[in-house]
């Protein structure tokens, strides 16, 4: 532990302050009982003493360096190289190969500058004393002082149309930065696209994210499937209608369902729901078995499958909407028609 006096500023080098009593200012308390135990005894490192493994540091250190140059080209390189795309996989690609040169590059500086500082750097120990925060009654004066003469030198009280027009002009200054950026976003006011989902008459719902219809009887009880629409690949935005769509579908026994959105919406105990919660959007889905309760990991909303996703707790202030669900002939799950109300945040309990 060290104690230091109130208004010292020295620097003190290793072992100079060993032993030292410590200097308070009167009124200051029992601290003053401690005596300041120094430095421990100087070991030096491997490197101060020994010349080839000072010169090994050197070239670990160059190494890391290098693996940072290494990591900003690939980087540079995926940048061109890699184009996101519009798919899935070539986003997945294009993300992987930027972020682990990224990583590589500020990891490579990162070891590399900690590494020279532990092992080359020069080793000395120094204690900077700790010195009281607030400025003398004199510096304080002065800084106002010099305020005053400042406001005095700009003659703003006496001006009032001056004040007026450097107030104004302040005033006005943010537009500069906020019109652009509302300009920009003001697109994606275009709430309506949210209405609808790839979601139809007869749409096969696929396991997410192979694609692969499923049968109503590889729904075991109590599990739960994440659930895309086929051919979500061929849409002209995959990635946009993937975030509207995604469904999660749930099997409970057919006399725990206690309601649902519409008549016929379930198939023999399986529910499907937006994924979407209604507070802000954040993916749902933590499902509990025994309570039929989906969980909401961002703020908590909790909704409950059984009573056609009811808000039981939290945030959130509508139902997660319910994908209406048959089977066809093969006996695969299909969509009986879109969600009948829009997927997402509140929003649209303005509408109603
Ligand atoms: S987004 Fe789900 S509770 Fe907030």
Redesign the pocket.
Known sequence: MSITPVNGHDDHEHGDTAGSDVALREGENSVGKFRNPGFGPHRPRRSDVDPAANKRAERQVVVLFAISILGTIGFVVAYFALPPGETLASMRTSNLALGLGLAFSLLGIGLAAVHWAKSLMNDHEKAEDRHAQRTSDAGRAEALQVLKDGADDSAIGRRGVLKGALVSSLALFPLTLALPLIGEVGEDWNVSKFKRTLWAKNKKLTIDPTGRPIKASDVTVGSVVHVIPEGLDEAEAPLDEKAKAVVLLVRMDPRDIKSEQGEGWSYDGIVAFSKI?T????P?ALYEQQTHHLL?P????TFDVADGAKVVF???KRPLPQLPITVDDEGYLVAQSDFAEPIGPSFWERLR
């Open positions: 919660c507070h802000v959007g954040c749902v909401c961002c703020h908590q909303s939290g945030p959130a």
